[in-house]
């Protein structure tokens, strides 16, 4: 989801259903409206209605421009063009024993993109270091991103008990963002400096044994 | 290293070597100091002697304190009561193939420990929010955890590559790190909420093929 320029005037986009005019900045406004209602509600809590309330448009406006709230708030926090639905099938489709080295890549390669760096760095901080924040990541992390791909790979296989997929997921999610908080953040040159696929064929084994062991 | 109670007149402790007389307001400053040294030439950078200077102390009464710059360090990132080189020694020294139990187990009970967790989180947030802050943590990570465990363990084992071993400790901290992100900072209820010794037998096969491959 690449932004267009601004048009002067800003009607350049298709007029859609709703109370106003949609250009770039009702979107920017809505996105904007949405960032506050994850931080009063959580993820969970937050709803479109409340997010289009807040931002003074109709719900369908929502609708028009996201699948739902997890694009929304994937977008809220600054993940531009990577959808959760797009990064849960891109983990789950394929052999099941390349679970793990999927996983790594499509993780990775999302995060290495260079226009990606700074917002996913400034996606953690603000997790880190504000508790609402921290609320609505771990929220979306749980219901939209780690929760679905194991419930996914788990379907067909009833043996899975329930609390145990709820740990694998933690387990994938410390990794995966251990390993951004290392490779990004912290910038510990023994893996800021890794090329990606050397990192991805180190933890797709990892990856393997906590998602599809 | 559990702080004594302040003595009314603070002249309780022994006289030390030294130009000034030593209590707790003298120690607590070269911490101060140490920590502003550490954070405008990183962990590498800073000198015994550079922190020395800026207290207005003489460099043995550092030496009396703590065993070194590294000890110093992780009390300046409020790591209390464990030091580095007893951290390593816990997770070097026992059977090999029981490295990544170990190494799972003494990160999270140390960081577990009630008092511990808010200086934990502390010292990440300043991580994550300040590039000095990473900087000095990076180079502490690498120079005086994770580098000393892979070498103590690669002893008498020629044939590891150091190449390699640089980052097999930097997957090891992206794991452990990572865990602590999402248990205290993050508080993914899936891991937050888990036993110590459940997550450590998750990750003990995770560190084990790490660091001791």
Same sequence: chains 1, 2.
Avoid: C
């Amino acid at each position: 989801m690449t932004r267009p320029p601004a048009a002067a005037g800003g009607r350049s986009a298709p007029r859609p259903r709703g109370r106003r005019p949609a250009g770039e900045d009702t979107r920017g406004n809505i996105v904007a409206a949405a960032g506050s209602e994850f931080a009063a509600h959580g993820y969970a809590g937050a709803s479109l209605r409340g997010i289009a309330r807040r931002a003074g448009v109709d719900p369908a406006l929502l609708h028009h421009y996201w699948d739902g709230k997890a694009e929304l708030f994937a977008e809220t926090m600054q993940v531009h063009g990577v959808s959760p639905s797009a990064l849960i099938a891109r983990v789950v489709d394929g052999p099941r024993d390349r679970v793990g080295e999927r996983a790594a890549r499509s993780f990775l390669s999302m995060w290495d993109r260079p226009e990606q760096r700074p917002r996913f760095v400034a996606m953690l901080r603000s997790a880190v270091t504000d508790d609402e924040s921290a609320r609505a990541l771990r929220e979306f992390l749980a219901s939209e991103i780690f929760g679905p791909i194991v419930l996914a790979l788990d379907d067909g296989e009833p043996s899975m008990e329930p609390v145990d997929r709820r740990v694998r997921g933690g387990l994938a999610a410390s990794q995966l963002l251990g390993m951004a908080l290392m490779r990004y953040v912290i910038q510990l040159p023994e893996v800021a400096d890794s090329e990606p696929e050397d990192l991805v064929r180190h933890l797709a084994p990892t990856m393997q044994r906590y998602l599809a062991p």
